[in-house]
Nanobody
Framework: VQLQASGGGLVQAGGSLRLSCAAS????????IGWYRQAPGKQRALVAT????????GYADTVKGRFTISKDNAKNTVYLQMDRLKPEDTAVYYC??????????WGQGTQVTVSS
């Protein structure tokens, strides 16, 4: 499966961005969809997940209450709405899916930069 992420950019602290990730197939083939991020000099870290069967969502403590993950099945697209952004949210954001065959697929990443 191919994943195409978009929507990153430069924003001031307190602002908002919405990331999109378009998949080349339906999410019915996947158990989990979500987003990771990797800041300079740090390991890739989980940001948000969405279970495709029941819609359960999960968030890292650092983004809880500010970020929202959602999906549009008709468009095979997962979104990450990011509000009240902070400079520490600066990172490359990657979408991923975890298939029912227990394989992980990653998008190419989109840069988010939050200025103070």
């Amino acid at each position: 499966v191919q994943l195409q992420a978009s929507g990153g950019g430069l924003v001031q602290a307190g602002g908002s961005l919405r990331l999109s990730c378009a998949a080349s197939r339906r999410f019915a083939s996947d158990r989990i969809i979500g987003w990771y991020r990797q800041a300079p000099g740090k390991q890739r870290a989980l940001v948000a997940t969405l279970m495709t069967d029941d819609g359960t969502t999960g968030y890292a403590d650092t983004v809880k209450g500010r970020f929202t993950i959602s999906k549009d099945n008709a468009k095979n697209t997962v979104y990450l709405q990011m509000d009240r952004l902070k400079p520490e949210d600066t990172a490359v954001y990657y979408c991923y899916v975890y298939s029912r065959e227990n394989r992980a697929y990653w998008g190419q990443g989109t840069q988010v930069t939050v200025s103070s």
